[in-house]
């Protein structure tokens, strides 16, 4: 079992609508959450992170996370064509591994289609 | 956030020789990454660098192949010896802690 899973897709989204990504994690023991979105050729870039249980909202971005079901996601509202990107599920080390250590899901490709 | 250079942008080597990253920082940090990402793939740890003591390597990569440096608390190197096509990646290194990580712009590397 992958440490961090994600559909690889392509996710297509009409404009406007709401993207919805999916990510689950191995590790119980994990104690933070990152989604990072990356541009083709561009180096990753830290969108959202979450500690709690819950959601978090930032602009457009709501990052849910669900410990008991060891899932988290990131809802994008109003979709635009800027938002076309692969996102990156990342999760901290957890239980198994170094606090520091932040391992990556094999991210979602997104294309939101006007 | 950090401001994260990386030299070279891109390169294109031979098979059999070896390739060295720089990765400077713009503030001082304690922990800097390296990770690979190879086409179409996520990210890969390659090995932790702390300044003053030996990088911790992860499962299935070894010092003999990637040397690192970290001769002070802004700057690092990854050394990619004795290349070969599989090693054609995208070398990224990164500074931060465990609420977050920053990225470099990455080097492009292509092995013929």
């Known amino acids: 079992q992958k440490e961090v899973e994600q559909n690889s897709g392509p996710l297509s989204v009409p404009e406007g609508a709401i993207a919805s990504l999916n990510c689950t994690y191995s590790d119980r023991g994990s104690q933070s959450f990152f989604w990072y979105r990356q541009y083709s050729g561009k180096s990753p870039e830290l969108i959202m992170f979450?500690?709690?249980?819950g959601d978090k909202e930032d602009g457009r971005f709501t990052a849910q996370l669900n410990k008991a079901s060891q899932y988290v996601s990131l809802l994008i509202r109003d979709s635009q064509p800027s938002d076309s990107a692969t996102y990156l599920c990342?999760?901290?080390?957890?239980?198994?591994?170094?606090?520091?250590?932040?391992?990556f899901g094999s991210g979602t490709r997104l294309s939101i289609r006007p | 956030s950090a401001v994260i250079s990386q030299k070279p942008s891109r390169d294109i080597c031979q098979r059999g020789t070896s390739l060295t990253i720089q990765c400077q920082v713009d503030?001082?940090?304690?922990?800097m990454f390296w990770y690979r990402q190879q086409p179409g793939q996520s990210l890969t740890l390659i090995a932790t660098?702390?300044?003053?003591?030996?990088?911790?390597?992860e499962s299935g990569f070894v010092i003999d192949k990637f040397p690192i440096s970290r001769p002070n608390l802004t700057f690092s190197t990854l050394t990619v010896s004795n290349m070969s096509p599989e090693d054609s990646s995208i070398y990224l290194c990164?500074?931060?802690?465990?609420?977050?990580?920053?990225f470099g712009p990455g080097t492009r590397l292509t092995v013929l």
């Open positions: 990164s500074v931060g802690t465990s609420a977050e990580q920053f």
């Open positions: 979450i500690y709690s249980n």
């Open positions: 990342a999760v901290n080390g957890g239980a198994y591994s170094s606090a520091s250590k932040i391992i």
């Open positions: 503030s001082q940090v304690t922990m």
């Open positions: 660098a702390n300044q003053g003591s030996e990088a911790t390597y």
